[in-house]
């Protein structure tokens, strides 16, 4: 429905930078590329730093971890910002994590809050449909169910069900943030920081993709990525707009995001 209303760009052809979240983040939160001469990513801008300077509020919102092995190089970056909010302090993050409709209502309760701020950049991180899939939504959305996949192995069923499930109730939160900007001059990108290896490289395997396999991989790095835009937005902003039709039909790297988010604010990118 948001599609055919022109309201969701899809991009067509689009890469992740990494097959694992703190890999990924270091590529799409700064000016960090695969191509970049110097190895060392933390030496490098990052958004909030960048857009900070260009006179935004930065916000970070997450339903994951502070704290934890996998999460303190996103939390570094969450440090950064102006306004911070975890749901939990504490935990072990894709362990204990509650479905993310509680970040929802944080959404929506910093929205009201910073309604007068001109200039506002907020980043969500979704737990979204990471294994365990059937902790990632509550039991309303338990509707698919095993019997629905004859097709798969009798293994496989519970996987596929769930992740389903998880992936109907993503798409739930992801609207209801949306909704939230509707009525204001915003634009809102989402995108997973990575894929999921789902059966697909081998029958007995369904996790983050095993960087040994090179199946797994290119299945992990191949993400959705969509553009939300509000009738205020396109009706003032129709260069971007057509802007960003074209880079939709072209291929695409998360690494490219700083570029991305920099044009829609209005700078130019020179490399």
């Not at 509020?57 to 570094?76: E, F, I, K, P």
């Amino acid at each position: 429905m948001l599609r055919d209303s022109g309201q969701l760009i899809t991009f067509k052809h689009v890469k992740d930078a990494d097959t694992h979240t703190s890999e990924a983040f270091k590529y799409f939160m700064t000016t960090f590329r695969h191509d970049s001469p110097n190895e060392d990513w933390f030496t490098y801008l990052t958004l909030p730093e960048i857009l900070q300077t260009s006179g935004y509020h930065t916000a970070w919102l997450s339903n994951q971890a502070r704290t934890g092995w996998y999460d303190n190089v996103t939390a570094s970056f969450a440090d950064l910002c102006d306004t911070i909010h975890f749901t939990s302090v504490t935990g072990e993050g894709e362990q204990e994590s509650r479905p993310d409709g509680i970040l929802l209502k944080c959404v929506q309760d910093y929205m009201r809050f910073a309604a007068k701020r001109e200039r506002q950049a907020v980043f969500v991180h979704l737990m979204g449909q990471h294994v365990n899939f059937r902790q990632r939504y509550p039991e309303e959305y338990d509707r698919f169910k095993e019997n629905n996949y004859p097709n798969c192995l009798e293994s496989q069923r519970k996987d596929f069900a769930t992740y389903d499930n998880a992936t109907l109730y993503n798409d739930a939160i992801v609207a209801g943030i949306f909704e939230t900007l509707k009525d204001r001059n915003a634009i809102a990108i989402y995108f997973p920081d990575h894929g999921l290896d789902i059966y697909e490289s081998s029958p007995d395997y369904c996790s983050h993709a095993n960087t040994n396999n090179q199946t797994s991989v290119e299945v992990a790095l191949s993400i959705p990525f969509v553009v939300y835009t509000t009738d205020i937005y396109r009706s003032t902003h129709p260069e971007v707009m057509s802007q960003l039709q074209q880079m939709a039909q072209e291929p695409f790297n998360t690494e490219d995001l700083p570029e991305l988010l920099l044009s829609v604010a209005g700078y130019q990118v020179v490399r």
